[in-house]
């Protein structure tokens, strides 16, 4: 005897709740295998492939890519999906938006307030104060740092995420012009300057460009195996960059006890002397 499957508003429910995941992962990434999600979800693949109809139903653009390298990808003109955030994820966002005026990207400021005007529009009232309890300030320093467009640090940003080659000029500290090969690795800030950690595949060095000085990029492609940073600390390729825009320096001798930790915030600048662990050296620039 037949008997027809009836939606529960419970099964409902928890479908509408999965797509909504699907949505989120697909955005965080290019492409997914059907058996990444659907060990991420706790679902079988025979449902991933269900969810993907549904999600083009919807007229969400899901394409299904075949091959060694295939999975599933959220095409061009997608939509943001609603988002479901816990507490501490609301108030982390609230308080991130907050501080975006310094963060060097062009126009980022206006759009980062209309954004936390929503936001705080729809948070329950336990929250909303949490949020107002801290009031920020931003102190603005003497030099301030070129702004940077959006869309630059977005298709740079694609780029690292997808292991991308990248190609563009690059303007010098002195204003010379070049065309520089690169594997982008991480964008990173130092100050409210930002900056892209990259292997250079003409030079065979990693390097950190200011992203400020980065034009004309070329189409990303093609993809390359992620090389191993040194030390795997991108910080320190960043802070060597850096130390280059003084080119006056000055040595200074100090001691420091044995024991006495290293503030971490100075470990990019000090080091210990190799003839006695209790001298140090530091570069005043």
């Known amino acids: 005897m037949f008997s027809p499957i009836?939606?529960?508003?419970?099964?409902?429910?928890?479908?509408?709740?999965?797509?909504?995941?699907?949505?989120?992962?697909?955005?965080?990434?290019?492409?997914?295998?059907?058996?990444?999600?659907?060990?991420r979800l706790g679902v079988t693949t025979r449902t991933v492939r269900r969810d993907m109809e549904k999600l083009?139903?919807?007229?969400?653009?899901?394409?299904?890519?075949?091959?060694?390298?295939?999975?599933?990808?959220?095409?061009?003109?997608?939509q943001m999906p609603p988002l479901q955030l816990d507490d501490d994820e609301a108030v982390a966002i609230a308080i991130t938006l907050r501080t975006a005026t310094a963060s060097g990207v062009t126009g980022l400021?206006?759009?980062?307030?209309?954004?936390?005007?929503?936001?705080?529009?729809?948070?329950p009232p336990r929250l909303r104060s949490r949020v107002r309890a801290l009031q920020l300030t931003q102190v603005q320093t003497p030099n301030k740092a070129p702004t940077v467009d959006a869309e630059v640090l977005t298709s740079i940003g694609a780029a690292c995420r997808d292991h991308l080659r990248l190609g563009f000029e690059y303007s010098g500290i002195a204003g010379a012009t070049s065309m520089r090969?690169?594997?982008?690795?991480?964008?990173?800030?130092?100050?409210?300057?930002?900056?892209?950690?990259a292997w250079d595949v003409n030079d065979h060095e990693w390097s950190a460009y200011a992203v400020?000085?980065?034009?004309?990029?070329?189409?990303?492609?093609?993809r390359f195996v992620p090389r191993q940073i040194p030390d795997g600390d991108a910080a320190a390729l960043v802070?060597?960059?850096?130390?280059?825009?003084w080119p006056d320096q000055a040595m200074i001798r100090f001691q420091v006890a044995k024991s006495r930790p290293t503030p971490?915030?100075?470990?990019?600048?000090?080091?210990?002397?190799?003839?006695?662990?209790?001298?140090?050296?530091?570069r005043r620039r």
């Open 6 to 39: 009836v939606d529960t508003p419970e099964k409902m429910k928890g479908t509408s709740a999965r797509l909504l995941r699907v949505l989120t992962l697909l955005q965080i990434r290019r492409t997914w295998s059907g058996v990444e999600l659907a060990d």
């Open 56 to 78: 083009r139903e919807l007229d969400y653009p899901v394409s299904g890519l075949k091959g060694i390298a295939g999975g599933y990808q959220l095409g061009v003109g997608a």
């Open 181 to 197: 090969v690169t594997e982008p690795h991480q964008l990173m800030t130092w100050g409210s300057r930002w900056y892209l950690v």
């Open 239 to 245: 802070a060597r960059s850096v130390a280059r825009l």
């Open 212 to 222: 400020d000085r980065i034009h004309r990029r070329g189409v990303p492609g093609p």
């Open 264 to 282: 971490a915030q100075a470990r990019s600048v000090t080091r210990p002397n190799p003839a006695d662990p209790q001298i140090g050296r530091t």
């Open 109 to 123: 400021g206006e759009i980062a307030l209309g954004a936390l005007m929503k936001l705080e529009q729809v948070m």
